[in-house]
């Protein structure tokens, strides 16, 4: 046989095996898929949620990714994705821009963090309100300003000028720390405003959290703020915050418990709330929800049925891997998002 | 090519296959045809490209017509969006690049062609384009971890004591910056400008070195005589660097600080066209915000072709009197 001849029939053996092979990929018959896409701060949990549920339903298959918040609403509003995710709620113009009705499903709770790269500072910062607002807004540039001595009293502060680090792109995380700037400074209401990308007056822009703490652990003299599980697993140091109260708080999971604690009761009617600045002796600040953006007419009625499964067993069972970076729903709030799953339908009949 | 063959009207298929094929072979005629097609996508493909550019920048033209070329501002809490910003971060990161890329690719080629021994030759062309194919986020951990940290500690302060004076080092010094940014892509375009001028060099004719030496002309003397009768090759080198330059990503987002700023200043950070559509592009919820960042596109786009295009007519023009290859 001439080479030229034994070189075809293989190519096409080849392509013939690679076609089977591929073939017989598909799974059986009665596989669900679903996409999800969104916020990147509950990723890592939504990760577990996904890998343990389908334990325990394997013929269901949960895929997300976490692009941001923003990007996560404009996919569910393009309709390519069956839920998105976000840590910034919905605004009323998204919403009013969105082709059906949205409802926000509150999975988990969690806390922007300021984390710093100092040498030589040997117990964790304290920040009053006012400090971080003007350390952001560029108004205060050295580490040993005498604002930031005065909460610090007892720690040797470098001489450094201050690197502010922020999120480059637009962030849910950036949302939550704008809005807790806007409620305690007025001229960062006024210059600045609450939004995922806002004109940032000073800093450099990291991308993702990831891209910020790696700008803070490469450059001594940074500040930056990132999610709890950011900082935790980098080990990173983290700040107290002043909270409304007047005490400094550490970022635990109890302090956001607290946070969210004083407007468990009394959330709106469509779960969209901010708990940035909450009342309470030993709140956390800057805390926020996460949510779930679900469509509340399913198109299809097997899809739909599957997710509101897994948002059901989600805010019941998946609330045990939140380990130390997240914090779990108040018990008021869970049955308000029961209520929410209550009323999803496909078709006019509800899915549960 | 059919002049000398009649042909009844009616038999369209073998006046095709004549056409494309002076044998008449009907393979030929098909090979040639499919040929065709797939240059003819190539073309649709760059017609498409800005097609979509225009339509989708449109919303912002309209809306800013050409403040947006000269506006700094980039808010889109406000939703208004200046591109000049982004202009200043790309020229200047890729005339820092130039600066300091050209006379070291230069000096590399000229090493390369007229200087090297042959066993030294052959290995260190090898790792100049090994260098060009190092993929450009390879290049941005690189420098975030390794040359930021080194610029900061042992280069910027020195500028910082020594021309400080100068408003264009003057600063706080962290590392991550335009000089930082400038100094990768200069990296960057290092080994392209060689390969260029490696070939446009080796295609200048022997004769011209033996008819200097014969004159009397020193060894730097023959290179000057080489290197301008190169001189538009070399012009269309760097022309195609600065085209790398300029569209650059990866590497240039992670360590030129992301801030759209115009500052005097090299140690402050900064912010090119591409790496504000990488980084905003996927959250950009606003329509005129996403058509904002397509209008940024836009202008790459444009100002990419024009300058590859020159390049390319450059090359072409002087590899063409040799043989070698662009």
């Known amino acids: ?352 | 090519m059919s002049s000398s063959v009649k042909l009844p009207t009616r038999d369209l298929r073998l006046a095709t296959i004549l056409r494309l094929s002076p044998t008449g072979n009907a393979g030929d005629a098909v090979f040639r045809g499919a040929m065709f097609c797939a240059a003819l996508l190539v073309l649709l493909i760059v017609g498409g490209m800005i097609v979509a550019l225009a339509v989708k920048s449109l919303p912002a033209i309209r809306e800013f017509g050409f403040n947006f070329l000269i506006s700094r501002e980039w808010n889109p809490v406000k939703a208004q969006f200046g591109a000049l910003p982004f202009i200043y971060g790309t020229v200047v990161s890729s005339a820092i690049a130039l600066l300091i890329g050209v006379p070291l690719s230069l000096g590399i080629a000229v090493f390369l062609v007229e200087q090297a021994p042959r066993f030294l030759a052959r290995p260190i062309t090898f790792l100049v384009e090994l260098l060009a194919a190092i993929p450009s986020v390879v290049y941005g951990l690189w420098g975030i971890f390794v040359l930021a940290p080194f610029l900061r500690v042992h280069v910027e302060p020195l500028l910082a004591r020594w021309f400080g004076w100068l408003p264009l080092f003057q600063g706080s010094v962290t590392g991550i910056g335009l000089f930082t940014g400038g100094i990768i892509l200069a990296i960057m375009v290092t080994p392209i400008i060689t390969s260029v001028v490696r070939d446009v060099l080796a295609a200048v004719p022997n004769s011209q070195r033996e008819a200097a030496l014969a004159l009397g002309a020193t060894r730097w003397e023959t290179t000057r005589v080489v290197l301008v009768n190169g001189a538009p090759g070399i012009a269309g080198a760097v022309m195609l660097g600065l085209g790398r330059a300029l569209g650059e990503t990866m590497a240039v987002t992670m360590v030129i600080g992301n801030r759209p700023q115009i500052s005097a200043s090299l140690f402050e950070p900064s912010y090119t066209i591409a790496s504000a559509i990488a980084n905003e592009f996927t959250e950009a919820t606003q329509d005129i915000y996403l058509s904002a960042l397509v209008e940024l596109g836009l202008i790459l786009f444009l100002v990419t072709f024009v300058v590859n295009g020159l390049a390319r007519v450059l090359v072409w023009n002087v590899t063409r009197k040799s043989g070698a290859t662009a």
């Not at chain 1, 013929?59 to 990007?71: E, F, K």
């Not at chain 1, 069956?82 to 998204?94: I, K, L, N």
């Not at chain 1, 930056?224 to 140091?237: I, S």
């Not at chain 1, 899809?303 to 939140?322: N, Q, S």
């Open chain 1, 1 to 352: 046989m001439p080479q030229s001849k034994i070189l075809t029939t293989t190519f096409w053996l080849l392509c013939l095996c690679l076609a089977v092979m591929f073939g017989s990929c598909k799974g059986g018959g009665g596989n669900v898929s679903l996409q999800g896409a969104g916020a990147t701060f509950p990723n890592p949990l939504y990760q577990k949620w996904m890998s343990e549920y389908g334990k325990l339903n394997p013929n269901i298959r949960i895929d997300y990714q976490s692009i941001g918040s923003g990007g996560g609403i404009k996919q569910i509003q393009a309709q390519t994705v069956d839920f998105g995710a976000s840590d910034a709620p919905m605004t009323d113009e998204e919403l009013k821009g969105s082709p059906r009705e949205l409802i926000h499903v509150p999975t988990v709770l969690g806390a922007v963090v300021l984390t710093y790269n100092l040498q030589g500072v040997s117990k964790p910062l304290r920040f009053s309100p006012d400090v971080i607002a003007d350390i952001f807004l560029g108004k205060i540039t050295k580490w040993n300003d005498p604002r930031i001595k005065a909460d610090n009293g007892d720690l040797n502060l470098p001489t450094g000028n201050i690197t502010v680090v922020h999120r480059a792109e637009a962030s849910g995380t950036t949302y939550a720390f704008t809005d807790y700037l806007a409620k305690v400074s007025p001229e960062w209401k006024q210059k600045v405003g609450v939004n995922k990308s806002p004109q940032w007056p000073v800093g450099q822009g990291g991308k993702g959290n990831e891209g910020v703490t790696g700008q803070i652990k490469q450059q001594p003299d940074t500040i930056g703020y990132v999610e709890l599980a950011y900082a935790t697993q980098n080990r990173f140091p983290v700040a107290l915050v002043k909270n409304a109260s007047g005490r400094f708080v550490e970022p635990t999971v109890s302090a956001i418990v607290a946070a969210a604690a004083s407007t468990a009761g009394s959330a709106p009617d469509d779960l969209r709330m901010y708990i940035t600045n909450a009342a309470g002796a030993d709140a956390y600040p800057i805390s926020t929800y996460t949510y779930l953006l679900v469509y509340k007419d399913q198109k299809d009625a097997t899809k739909g049925k599957a997710l509101v499964d897994f948002m059901w067993w989600g805010i019941h069972y998946g609330e045990k891997y939140t380990g130390s970076d997240y914090a779990p729903l108040p018990a008021e709030v869970v049955k308000r998002a029961e209520a929410k799953l209550n009323s999803i339908t496909s078709g006019g009949k509800p899915l549960r």
